[in-house]
């Protein structure tokens, strides 16, 4: 059964610590995204990446998160430092694209709920 | 500026009664829709879709509706059982990642 992995599941953290979250997608998909779910915006992009490669990071501020693929087996997201209205609840998807297309269907990990304190 | 909008946080419907979500976009360029359904500490997992050179998708109990020219879709599932309540999120896409809603909480009464 093929499912993306995220941990920690939760993270309690104080201002100004650095955050980092990590995904595994699932073994074959090309494609992975990284989201935030708050209550005011709902599910927002925040970056993502096609083959490894970052396609698109303009939903993140940069000047405190980072996205990287180290390896097609792992997606990470970095706050640092982080801040109490990062709180929120981060998932990762990931797809299977043909090249030169984009994806339909997304599949999500059960996120990492942030708090902030 | 949403270009994906759910208007309605929230609906409450009776076990065996007809659910429909609302979903209105503003991008005209969009082509392709999905409904996802989220349980509460779970990832969003696909339901439906549809293309926009369709006007309805049929899967079981759920089936999708497009209005193209009133850049409107909707969701009605029948009949609604008490493991449906769950929020449910519209999207939408045109050559790009797939742009969300906010989601509508809906809680099916038994």
């Not at chain 1, 935030?36 to 698109?56: I, K, S, V, W």
């Not at chain 2, 419907?13 to 209105?24: F, H, K, P, T, W």
């Not at chain 2, 879709?73 to 493991?83: A, F, K, N, Y």
């Amino acid at each position: 059964d093929a499912r993306v992995t995220q941990t920690p599941r939760h993270k309690v953290t104080e201002m100004g610590q650095e955050v980092t979250m990590r995904c595994q997608p699932i073994l074959g998909h090309n494609t992975v995204f990284w989201y935030r779910q708050t209550m005011m915006q709902g599910l927002e992009l925040l970056a993502y990446f096609r083959n490894r490669a970052p396609l698109d990071d303009s939903g993140m501020p940069k000047d405190r998160f980072s996205a990287e693929m180290p390896d097609a087996t792992l997606a990470t997201l970095k706050i640092q430092p982080s801040e109490p209205r990062d709180s929120a609840v981060y998932f990762c998807a990931s797809g299977l694209v043909p090249d030169g297309k984009t994806t339909d269907t997304q599949y999500f990990g059960p996120g990492t709920r942030l708090t902030v304190l | 500026d949403q270009q994906v909008k759910q208007n309605s946080p929230s609906l409450s419907v009776q076990e065996g009664r007809i659910s429909i979500l609302n979903c209105d976009y503003t991008n005209s360029m969009f082509d392709y829709f999905l409904w996802y359904k989220k349980y509460p500490a779970e990832g969003p997992t696909f339901l439906i879709s549809i293309s926009s050179i369709k006007d309805k998708n049929e899967d079981g109990r759920f089936t999708v509706f497009l209005n193209k020219s009133a850049k409107h879709l909707s969701l009605h599932i029948v009949p609604s059982q008490p493991g449906d309540s769950a929020v449910y999120f519209c999207a939408a896409r045109r050559n790009t990642p797939l742009v969300f809603g906010k989601g509508t909480r809906l809680s099916v009464i038994a």
